[in-house]
Every structure is written in C-alpha cells, then in structure tokens.
C-alpha cells in the first residue's frame, strides 16, 4: 500500500482475518471504513501510528477482547473525528482519561459515570464531507447540533439510543442527500421538522421519544382529529322504516283530508264541487 494513500473504505464485504499492519504504511491514511465484514481481531491500538488518521469505522465485525489501552493511557488518535465499534464483542471500560489526547473531540464524564460526548461547533461545520455520522448507544447527552444542517452531502445520520435533548434541527428537513435518519430513543421534543427526506423515513426512526409529534408519527401536534364514525347498518336500517312509516302516514292523513273537504263541499254548494272534479256522465235508464 502507497504511503499517498489517504481513503480506505472495504467495508459490506466478506473480508475475514486480521487488521493488516502493513496499514501502517499509510502514514497519509485519513479514513479507514471496514464495517460489515467478519475480521476477526483485538482492537488496533497500533493504529494511533497514523497521524492523519481521522475516520475509524470498526462496526459490525467479530473484533474482540479489551478496549482499554495498554498501561491504562490514552488511546491516541488525536486527529480522530469519527469512532464507531458498536456490534463488535469489545468488553472494558472506557475511563475519560483515555480520551485525553483527543483534539478534534473529547468525551466527558457525567455524574452517573456514564461517558457523553462534547463537540466543539466547528467539528461539524468544517467537516462538510461528511456522509455518514454514526453515534449509537453512547449515551450521548445534549442537544443536537445545529451544524448539522450545514452538512449538505450527508446521506445518513442515526444517533438513536442516546440521552439526547430539545428539537430535531428543521433544517435537516431540507438535506437533500439525507436518505437515513434514526433519532430513536432519545428525550426529543417538539415537530419533526417536514421536509420529503424525513416524512418519508420509517416511524420507528422517532419512536422512543415522548415528546415529539408530527409525521411520520401518529402524534399530531395541534391535537387528535377523531375521524368520523360510521353510523351501524342496524340504525340505518331502522331509519329507513321510520322514513317509510312516517310516508305512509303522510299520505293516509291526506287522503281522509281530502275526504272531509270534499264532503262539507258537496253539502253546502254542489255546483262547485262539480266544477273541481268536472260534470258527471250521465247514465241511460
């Protein structure tokens, strides 16, 4: 591998055995991305070697073992933006003071002794080439940041299971490129900025946040709308008789009305009755 080498991506494919060090070689190395494979290894501390380093992506591998340092120091890394090693097998604790030499993050311990990460604004606004921010199950605490928006390349941010706080930026709404988003599992509030990119994701990308309301959840934001119930069949049914009765009683009351016109007419001036219904024919004998 070429020492100029500075984007290593393999990840989604097959590839099983060890990290090689001859990745060591790439002093100029700034992304290595290769999730998704079966690699089969320690944590590569060795890795802190590289002085560009900024992208590690280790996720979904068969990695293994300790992650704390050896000698209980830092880790290095002091370029590293990005550190993603869920759904491997690393077992440890990851004390602050490992993170020490971590210049463009730093991660801080809360009063439960739960790590949460701290950003400074510029990490993200300066880091527009980002696609992909990945921050699952950290605990991370705070707001998200609204330098978010400002990514307008990235295609995929998931930082669910976290103890996040406050509103979903609206301008993620308008990230043209976003095809994922997860904020699932948080303390969020607040609508869901609308927007084609976020209307179309699943529910299950905002669930687990009580606060929040707006498409694609069935929450509204300016109350429930019951929709209109539709009336049984069987009062429908007894409706209709009761139109027909009250017809039929119409009509037979109508009849016996004109009856009775018809007979006081016919009593006191004959000659008008029979201009309404018209002479009578006369019948031979």
Same mark, same amino acid.
């Given at each position: ?160 299971? $976290?103890?996040?706080?406050?509103? /979903?930026?609206? #301008? +993620? =709404?308008? !990230?043209?490129? *976003? %095809?994922?988003?997860? &904020? ?58 009761? $139109?027909?009765?009250?017809?039929? /009683?119409?009509? #037979? +009351? =109508?009849? !016996?009305?004109? *009856? %009775?016109?018809?007979? &006081? ?21």
């Amino acid at each position: 591998m070429g020492s100029s080498l500075r984007t290593l991506d393999v990840g989604h494919n097959q590839l099983t055995g060890k990290l090689p060090r001859s990745l060591l070689n790439c002093s100029s190395l700034e992304f290595l991305v290769v999730d998704h494979n079966q690699i089969k290894d320690k944590f590569p501390f060795w890795l802190k070697a590289l002085p560009n380093l900024q992208v590690l992506i280790l996720r979904s591998n068969k990695f293994y073992g300790s992650i704390s340092p050896p000698g209980q120091g830092p880790l290095g890394f002091p370029v590293l933006r990005i550190f993603e090693i869920s759904d491997d097998k690393f077992t440890g604790s990851l004390p602050p003071r490992y993170f020490v030499s971590w210049k463009a993050s730093s991660l801080t311990m809360n009063e439960d002794g739960g790590l949460y990460m701290v950003h400074s604004g510029s990490m993200y606004e300066e880091a527009s080439f980002y696609n992909i921010i990945d921050i699952i199950d950290l605990r991370y605490k705070g707001h998200i940041p609204r330098s978010f928006s400002n990514l307008g390349k990235l295609e995929s941010l998931d930082i669910s299971r $976290n103890n996040l706080s406050g509103t /979903i930026p609206n #301008g +993620l =709404g308008s !990230l043209s490129f *976003l %095809a994922y988003i997860n &904020v699932s599992h948080n303390q969020l509030k607040g609508e869901i900025p609308q927007g084609t990119q976020i209307t179309g994701q699943a529910k299950s990308s905002f669930e687990g946040n009580a606060g929040l309301c707006g498409l694609p959840l069935q929450e509204t934001c300016f109350g429930t709308i019951a929709p209109p119930t539709q009336q049984p069949k069987e009062d429908q049914e007894e409706e209709q008789v009761l $139109n027909w009765k009250g017809v039929v /009683i119409g009509y #037979g +009351l =109508g009849v !016996l009305l004109g *009856l %009775a016109i018809a007979q &006081v007419i016919a009593s006191y001036k004959p000659e008008l009755l029979l201009k309404i219904i018209g002479p009578s024919k006369r019948t031979s004998r």
